[in-house]
C-alpha cells in the first residue's frame, strides 16, 4: 500500500515533519480485504469494532482496545469484521524507521503493544482531536516514547522462558484476582523459592507481585472502557483496598489518572 494509507474513510489527520497522525472508519469488506504490504511503518490503536490480526500477542478476534505495530515491509492480512469500527494510526517512513533503529533494537516483525505504549498512543489521539500550537512537540516527544516501548517489547520477546515459568505466569493472569503466595508459585514449578524469584526477576525484569500488579492495571485499562462500572468498583476488582490507592498506581504506572484515561477513551 502507498505510505500513510489504510483501508479506511479519514475522519481527521495532521503531518508532524515525516509523522502523519490520522483517525478513520473501516470501508472495505472483510472479504473484500486481500493481503497487503505497508511500506512504512505505522502504530494502529483499535478504538471500536472486532479486528482481525496476524500480530504476535493478538487474540483470534480483538474487540478492547489495543495498540499494534506494524514494522516497515509488514504484509498480513489485518481486517475488520463488519464496517463498525475505528482507529488510529501513526505512521513513519521507512527511512526514518531505520534511522530511529540505530539508536534502539526495534522489532521486525507486528506485535501488540504492551499498556503502557496504549496509554501513550492513547494521549497521542487527543492531541489528534484536541489540536493546538504544542501538539507537534507533544507528538514528537510521544513517538519517541513509543520507540522506547517497542525496544523493550523486543528485548523482551528475545528471551525465551522456560516452560515452568510460562505457567507461573499463567496462573498469575488468569487467576488475576487472586494473590498466590511465592512458597505456593515454586512448588508448582518444583523449585525453591530463592531460586524461582531470581528466574523470574531475570526474564522479566520484575518480581511476580510486581508483574501481578502491572496485569492487574492492564485489566483496569478494559474497565475503564466499561462506562457502567465505578471508579471505586474497579479498584477493588483489581485488588485495591481503595480508589485513592488505585489512582496513585495507575498514574504511576501510565501517568495519568483514570478518570484522565477513561475521558480520553
Same mark, same amino acid.
Given at each position: 500500500?502507498?505510505?500513510?494509507?489504510?483501508?479506511?474513510?479519514?475522519?481527521?489527520?495532521?503531518?508532524?515533519?515525516?509523522?502523519?497522525?490520522?483517525?478513520?472508519?473501516?470501508?472495505?469488506?472483510?472479504?473484500?480485504?486481500?493481503?497487503?504490504?505497508?511500506?512504512?511503518?505505522?502504530?494502529?490503536?483499535?478504538?471500536?469494532?472486532?479486528?482481525?490480526?496476524?500480530?504476535?500477542?493478538?487474540?483470534?478476534?480483538?474487540?478492547?482496545?489495543?495498540?499494534?505495530?506494524?514494522?516497515?515491509?509488514?504484509?498480513?492480512?489485518?481486517?475488520?469484521?463488519?464496517?463498525?469500527?475505528?482507529?488510529?494510526?501513526?505512521?513513519?517512513? +521507512?527511512?526514518?524507521?531505520?534511522?530511529?533503529?540505530?539508536?534502539?533494537?526495534?522489532?521486525?516483525?507486528?506485535?501488540?503493544?504492551? &499498556?503502557?505504549?496504549?496509554?501513550?498512543?492513547?494521549?497521542?489521539?487527543?492531541?489528534?482531536?484536541?489540536?493546538?500550537?504544542?501538539?507537534?512537540?507533544?507528538?514528537?516527544?510521544?513517538?519517541?516514547?513509543?520507540?522506547?516501548?517497542?525496544?523493550? +517489547?523486543?528485548?523482551?520477546?528475545?528471551?525465551?522462558?522456560?516452560?515452568?515459568?510460562?505457567? &507461573?505466569?499463567?496462573?498469575?493472569?488468569?487467576?488475576?484476582?487472586?494473590?498466590?503466595?511465592?512458597?505456593?508459585?515454586?512448588?508448582?514449578?518444583?523449585?525453591?523459592?530463592?531460586?524461582? +524469584?531470581?528466574?523470574?526477576?531475570?526474564?522479566?525484569?520484575?518480581?511476580?507481585?510486581?508483574?501481578?500488579?502491572?496485569?492487574?492495571?492492564?485489566?483496569?485499562?478494559?474497565?475503564?472502557?466499561?462506562?457502567?462500572?465505578?471508579?471505586?468498583?474497579?479498584?477493588?476488582?483489581?485488588?485495591?483496598?481503595?480508589?485513592?490507592?488505585?489512582?496513585?498506581?495507575?498514574?504511576?504506572?501510565?501517568?495519568?489518572?483514570?478518570?484522565?484515561?477513561?475521558?480520553?477513551?
Amino acid at each position: 500500500m502507498r505510505p500513510r494509507r489504510f483501508f479506511g474513510e479519514y475522519r481527521a489527520e495532521r503531518r508532524v515533519g515525516e509523522l502523519a497522525l490520522a483517525e478513520l472508519e473501516p470501508t472495505v469488506p472483510e472479504d473484500e480485504v486481500r493481503r497487503h504490504t505497508h511500506d512504512d511503518a505505522h502504530f494502529l490503536l483499535l478504538l471500536e469494532g472486532q479486528y482481525l490480526s496476524e500480530a504476535r500477542g493478538m487474540p483470534a478476534l480483538c474487540s478492547t482496545r489495543t495498540l499494534v505495530l506494524n514494522p516497515p515491509g509488514t504484509t498480513h492480512r489485518d481486517r475488520f469484521r463488519g464496517l463498525q469500527g475505528r482507529f488510529f494510526t501513526l505512521s513513519v517512513p +521507512a527511512q526514518a524507521w531505520q534511522e530511529a533503529a540505530t539508536v534502539r533494537a526495534l522489532p521486525e516483525s507486528a506485535l501488540r503493544m504492551p &499498556a503502557t505504549a496504549l496509554v501513550r498512543a492513547t494521549l497521542l489521539r487527543r492531541e489528534l482531536q484536541e489540536w493546538d500550537g504544542a501538539s507537534p512537540l507533544a507528538v514528537e516527544a510521544g513517538f519517541e516514547e513509543l520507540l522506547d516501548a517497542a525496544a523493550l +517489547a523486543r528485548a523482551e520477546s528475545a528471551v525465551h522462558a522456560p516452560a515452568w515459568l510460562e505457567r &507461573a505466569c499463567d496462573r498469575l493472569r488468569q487467576d488475576w484476582s487472586a494473590t498466590p503466595r511465592l512458597a505456593e508459585l515454586a512448588r508448582e514449578a518444583d523449585l525453591h523459592p530463592v531460586y524461582f +524469584a531470581r528466574a523470574f526477576r531475570r526474564r522479566y525484569r520484575c518480581s511476580p507481585g510486581q508483574y501481578l500488579r502491572r496485569f492487574r492495571l492492564e485489566r483496569a485499562l478494559d474497565m475503564l472502557h466499561e462506562r457502567r462500572a465505578s471508579l471505586a468498583d474497579i479498584a477493588l476488582a483489581c485488588g485495591y483496598v481503595d480508589q485513592s490507592h488505585f489512582t496513585h498506581a495507575f498514574r504511576r504506572a501510565y501517568r495519568c489518572t483514570p478518570a484522565q484515561y477513561r475521558a480520553l477513551a
